[in-house]
């Protein structure tokens, strides 16, 4: 909820009046609407195996993750897997291999401020390349079958739903 937020962003006043994803200024009337944001998640398969980003900072650092992150303005879901797959992992995907799967909703708290976002799940196919890590953000990747997966330290209720949902398809 957006009661992170005590002062109005255009006159300054005590903002007191909150509903379920709104606030509304009495001073000078402003009325802020917290939408959904927009992110992606993409499954990089070889056979049976998923590749998994390891998270090397909160929220949810250690645990397992998707590549994939928060899209831009002006960029369509497909560029932003394609961005975020250069970004993490190094490697060039182009956009008509990336196939949408399914979506969900997620909570998504940083610095102490929840954000309500829409994850949009792609599946592609990983294209042998090596892999250059983004440090900052991941620590490290694993290659997991199916078979052997833990759903348990997939860190995201959406990531874990999503994967789930292709383990079942995939049998």
Same mark, same amino acid.
Request: aromatic share 12%.
């Given at each position: 909820?957006?009661?992170?937020?005590?002062?109005?962003?255009?006159?300054?006043?005590?903002?007191?009046?909150?509903?379920?994803?709104?606030?509304?200024?009495?001073?000078?009337?402003?009325?802020?609407?917290?939408?959904?944001?927009?992110?992606?998640?993409?499954?990089?398969? &070889?056979?049976?195996?998923?590749?998994?980003?390891?998270?090397?900072?909160?929220? /949810?650092?250690?645990?397992?993750?998707?590549?994939?992150?928060?899209?831009?303005?002006?960029?369509?879901?497909?560029?932003?897997?394609?961005?975020?797959?250069?970004?993490?992992?190094?490697?060039?995907?182009?956009?008509?291999?990336?196939?949408?799967?399914?979506?969900?909703?997620?909570?998504?708290?940083? &610095?102490?401020?929840?954000?309500?976002?829409?994850?949009?799940?792609?599946?592609?196919?990983?294209?042998?390349?090596?892999?250059?890590?983004?440090?900052?953000?991941?620590?490290?990747?694993?290659?997991?079958?199916?078979?052997?997966?833990?759903?348990?330290?997939?860190?995201?209720?959406?990531?874990? /739903?999503?994967?789930?949902?292709?383990?079942?398809?995939?049998?």
């Amino acid at each position: 909820m957006i009661k992170s937020f005590k002062y109005c962003p255009n006159c300054g006043h005590a903002i007191n009046s909150f509903d379920f994803r709104k606030m509304t200024c009495d001073s000078c009337g402003l009325v802020y609407y917290q939408n959904v944001a927009a992110a992606v998640a993409v499954i990089l398969r &070889k056979e049976d195996k998923i590749l998994f980003t390891v998270r090397n900072k909160e929220p /949810k650092k250690g645990m397992l993750d998707l590549a994939g992150g928060f899209t831009d303005p002006d960029e369509s879901a497909e560029r932003t897997c394609q961005r975020e797959i250069e970004e993490e992992l190094g490697i060039t995907i182009p956009l008509e291999h990336f196939n949408y799967f399914l979506s969900q909703p997620n909570d998504y708290e940083y &610095k102490e401020i929840p954000y309500k976002t829409c994850d949009l799940a792609f599946i592609a196919d990983f294209p042998n390349e090596e892999i250059v890590l983004e440090k900052e953000e991941i620590a490290e990747v694993k290659w997991i079958t199916i078979h052997e997966l833990n759903l348990d330290e997939i860190g995201f209720d959406s990531l874990r /739903k999503v994967v789930e949902t292709y383990i079942k398809t995939f049998k």
